[in-house]
Each structure stands twice: as structure tokens, then as C-alpha cells.
């Protein structure tokens, strides 16, 4: 499985961007596909993922501002950020977990993307 990330970039502070992320290989028909964001010397933490089925999960940060959308289709994964603050600056990771079972034992597996920066400037 691969993952292509576009549409990082910099932007003034209430500004809006677009990131996408489409994956390739075996991807399978349930799966969760979202973004993390990484801050200098801190741990990735999610910023928002969707399952295929619909359901999404958005940090507390984000509410309100970032939406996560889906093209099941084209496997893609989009994040329109809008009303930017210069706190969201951070590279930005798309990833898409799915699942395979084996007797009795399943298990996940994780994929990333490469990193897109998002620098927010006040």
C-alpha cells in the first residue's frame, strides 16, 4: 500500500487550504484513512479520520474548522482546512489502517504517507 500526499503549502493565518491523499495497492473495502500532524519535537496526533462507512473522528483542536471527506472510488482521502491559526503549523501525515483476520487473531496495519508541511503564518 502507498500513500501520495498534496496540498501543503503556506497561508496566512484565516486562510484555508486542501490536502489530499490517495492510496494504492490492496486496499481493502473497510478501512480508515485520515490525517495526523506532527509539531517539532512532538508526537504525531491525529487530526481527523473517516472509516468508508462514513463515520468521522475530529480532534478537539480542529472542530468546526478542518472537514474530513472521502472519494471511496478513488481511495482518496481530502482535509479542507479553513480559518488556519498559526498554531496549526505542522507537517502533516495521511495514513489508512485496515484489517486482516487470521483464525482466531486480527490484526492492523498502518500505512503513511510522506509528510506535507502546513505553515501558517500570523
Known amino acids: 500500500v502507498q500513500l501520495q500526499a498534496s496540498g501543503g503549502g503556506w497561508v496566512q493565518a484565516g486562510g484555508s487550504l486542501r490536502l489530499s491523499c490517495a492510496a494504492s495497492g490492496s486496499i481493502f473495502s473497510f478501512n480508515v484513512m485520515g490525517w495526523y500532524r506532527q509539531f517539532p519535537g512532538k508526537e504525531r496526533e491525529l487530526v481527523a479520520d473517516?472509516?468508508?462507512?462514513?463515520?468521522?473522528n475530529y480532534a478537539d483542536s480542529v472542530k468546526g474548522r478542518f472537514t474530513i471527506s472521502r472519494d471511496n472510488a478513488k481511495n482518496t482521502v481530502y482535509l479542507q482546512m479553513n480559518d488556519l491559526k498559526p498554531e496549526d503549523t505542522a507537517v502533516y501525515y495521511c495514513?489508512?489502517?485496515?484489517?486482516?483476520?487470521?483464525?482466531?487473531?486480527?490484526?492492523?496495519?498502518?500505512?503513511w504517507g510522506q509528510g506535507t508541511l502546513v505553515t501558517v503564518s500570523s
Open positions: 495514513s489508512i489502517r485496515q484489517w486482516t483476520n487470521k483464525g482466531w487473531d486480527r490484526y492492523e496495519h498502518n500505512y
Open positions: 473517516g472509516t468508508s462507512g462514513g463515520s468521522t
